[in-house]
């Protein structure tokens, strides 16, 4: 099914069967949209949960003022942040730094199936600024257009390249750094 079959089934009282097509279309993209910023496979999982209950309940006040896509987009990138928020906190009163907490767990986590490389670039990416690192995944990971990423995350197109240009001299002279 097609987004636009989607709200249509929806919109004919099919609810059930337009949600389980939401979860159906869009559940591996999400999980790694989510991956890249949980850096664990179980808390990815957890809160892929959560992203999908949070678009049930808001299903009913889908207007169509976006594309499906951008709406539930927008809805887990809201949700990772929160989630990144809480995190940080309970990191600050564990262990004092909240970034040695991330860094840790992509070395930790046993799903990770990476090579040493892949590892330090997902590493380089958390050490960005939070939005910057947002911009670097939808546009690097996710391959989404400007204009796209501009809908999800309401920031201008001009703002966004600015973002995404820092990131990823960032992360090359990171990766740079660590390799040459």
Not at 67 to 96: C, D, H, M, P, Q
Not at 130 to 145: A, G, P, T
Request: aromatic share 12%.
């Amino acid at each position: 099914m097609t987004d636009s079959d989607i709200i249509k089934a929806y919109k004919d009282g099919r609810h059930e069967e337009a949600f389980r097509q939401i979860v159906e279309n869009y559940s591996e993209r999400l999980y790694w949209h989510v991956r890249r910023f949980l850096c664990c496979h179980e808390d990815t999982d957890d809160l892929l949960q959560d992203i999908f209950i949070k678009i049930w309940t808001a299903l009913p006040t889908f207007r169509g003022d976006s594309k499906l896509f951008t709406w539930i987009y927008r809805i887990a990138t809201n949700e990772v942040l929160n989630s990144l928020r809480k995190n940080r906190i309970r990191a600050v009163f564990k262990s004092g730094n909240p970034e040695d907490d991330f860094l840790k767990k992509i070395d930790e986590d046993p799903y990770f199936n990476g090579d040493h490389l892949q590892r330090e670039l997902q590493k380089a990416i958390q050490r960005l600024p939070e939005k910057q690192r947002i911009v670097f995944s939808l546009r690097y990971f996710d391959e989404l257009k400007y204009e796209e990423i501009a809908a999800i995350t309401g920031t201008s197109e001009g703002a966004l390249k600015a973002s995404y240009h820092h990131a990823y001299g960032k992360i090359k002279k990171t990766l740079e750094e660590k390799f040459l």
